[in-house]
């Protein structure tokens, strides 16, 4: 079954407003989950490394203000992309591992259009 | 920084063919874990397969094998008796320090298509 749970699937919402994607561990404990970007027939970019408990860290280039992450509890972080705009529309994929060296489990990922 | 280089943008065999996806990196770390991913037309990454830097024997897992030379900075990914569900976009990962926070870093991707 399924080990990293995303949603929504697919967002469509209008300029300047906010929209929330969640990431859940489902089947282990995560102190660190990853959110990437993937423009259409490219590769994933990695966004940002959410902690739990603490603030994540961002890649460079990312706006933390724009792409907020919150990691409130061990199984469940999300990205909130605020005042977004047309040139954020793209699809977002969260992931989390088990321990050092292990493979990657990754969500579902998130279709956002912004209209 | 680590960069990941997949060199072939597009492949395309027939059904049952063995096809070879070609991946090399550059780092300075000794230690470090590298990753084949598989992104069908779901989107949904699926792991294919996956070497430890510190390990000379090439991982296979079923009809997939690695050919990793370490000097080389070389990672290729070899699909035996390929089949049609094998049509997908390939990425080749790194797979950072272990004790740093342990990011992938993915290539550019190559778009395999098995033709029937």
């Known amino acids: 079954g399924a080990v990293v749970s995303q949603h929504p699937s697919r967002v469509i919402c209008k300029s300047g407003t906010s929209v929330k994607i969640e990431c859940r561990s489902l089947?282990?404990?995560?102190?660190?989950m990853f959110w990437y970007r993937q423009f259409p027939k490219q590769s994933l970019m990695l966004m940002a490394t959410?902690?739990?408990?603490?603030?994540?860290?961002?890649e460079q280039g990312v706006e933390k203000d724009k792409f907020l992450i919150n990691h409130a509890s061990l199984t469940l972080s999300t990205l909130t992309v605020t005042s977004a705009h047309p040139e954020d529309s793209s699809f977002y994929i969260c992931s989390v591992k088990r321990g050092v060296g292990t493979e990657a489990f990754f969500g579902q990922g998130t279709r956002l259009t912004v209209v | 920084a680590q960069t990941v280089t997949q060199s072939q943008p597009e492949m395309s065999v027939q059904e049952a063919e063995t096809v070879t996806l070609s991946c090399t990196y550059d780092t300075s770390e000794s230690n470090y874990y590298l990753f084949w991913y598989k992104q069908p037309p779901s989107r949904q990454m699926i792991l294919v397969i996956r070497?430890?830097?510190?390990?000379?024997q090439n991982a296979t897992e079923n009809r997939f094998s690695v050919n990793f030379q370490k000097a080389a900075k070389s990672f290729s990914l070899k699909i035996s008796d390929s089949q049609l569900g094998d049509t997908a976009m390939y990425f080749c990962a790194f797979m950072g320090p272990i004790q740093g926070a342990q990011k992938l870093v993915f290539g550019q991707g190559t778009r395999l298509t098995i033709n029937p």
């Open positions: 959410s902690n739990e408990g603490s603030k994540a860290t961002y």
């Open positions: 070497q430890e830097a510190y390990k000379q």
């Open positions: 089947d282990f404990q995560a102190t660190t």
